[in-house]
């Protein structure tokens, strides 16, 4: 239809240049006095605006037309989603498991249980510490001086008695500390299982957003194509 119009535009336009060529050359031939009748460049010209303003109607109806198109094109498969019944829709919809999605107090929970680690860490590293000064600097004469001692002869090996109650007293300590590391990288384990599998329900939240969003874009395409036609009741 709007290419059946555009030619009877043209056809009206090539009327009117001839119609303006006969005119010309009449003046040319007889003379204004004789040929009197009004320039056909100024009796025509309400004409040629009015098909100037129907070519530029033509072609904004036939833009629209290519743009509805292509729309209608691209977004097939979300206009026939849209077709379908809820029942069809709700099928699809990927199904939620439970009402709280929020991973908040998992992820609170792991970081709680990682900032303990690390105080538990950083005090195995003191202890440590002073282990190796405590050792390096290890003076026994005052303990084997003392009344703890007083029967033990002062040798090497009363020396080295002493220097492994060192150790032992700095080994208790360590092994008390690598205990409570333990037992928080266990519930650490336990508490990250139950953030992913928190998780996972979020990614099926986030699957149900983006098929509702896909939804919501083939609606808004409906409503861009709906105006479409409405322009071109307009330009009709």
């Known amino acids: 239809m709007l290419d059946d119009g555009e030619k009877k535009l043209h056809l009206i336009k090539s009327r009117l240049n001839q119609e303006q060529v006969e005119d010309d050359v009449c003046r040319q031939n007889y003379g204004d006095k004789k040929w009197a009748r009004p320039l056909s460049s100024s009796f025509n010209r309400k004409f040629r605006a009015d098909m100037y303003r129907c070519f530029s109607l033509v072609r904004e109806a036939k833009t629209s037309d290519r743009t509805a198109r292509d729309k209608l094109n691209e977004n097939q498969e979300k206009l026939e989603a849209l077709s379908r019944d809820k029942a069809s829709l709700d099928h699809e919809l990927p199904e939620l498991q439970q009402n709280n999605f929020s991973c908040k107090e998992e992820i609170a929970c792991v970081s709680s249980l990682f900032s303990h680690l690390e105080r538990h860490v950083?005090?195995?590293h003191h202890?440590?510490?002073?282990?190796?000064?405590?050792?390096?600097?290890?003076?026994?004469?005052?303990?084997?001086?003392?009344?703890?001692n007083a029967g033990a002869v002062f040798t090497d090996t009363a020396f080295e008695t002493e220097k492994q109650s060192l150790c032992d007293?700095?080994?208790?300590?360590?092994s008390s500390?690598?205990?409570l590391e333990r037992y928080m990288l266990q519930e650490i384990v336990k508490a990250n299982a139950r953030f992913e599998a928190k998780k996972e329900i979020s990614h099926v939240l986030r699957e149900r957003q983006t098929f509702l969003q896909y939804l919501n874009d083939g609606a808004d395409v409906f409503e861009q194509l709906h105006s479409h036609v409405e322009e071109k009741k307009v330009l009709r």
């Open 177 to 179: 500390i690598c205990k």
């Open 122 to 124: 950083q005090e195995k």
């Open 127 to 148: 202890v440590l510490y002073d282990f190796r000064h405590s050792y390096n600097n290890f003076d026994a004469l005052p303990e084997l001086l003392s009344g703890k």
């Open 169 to 174: 007293e700095f080994e208790r300590r360590i």
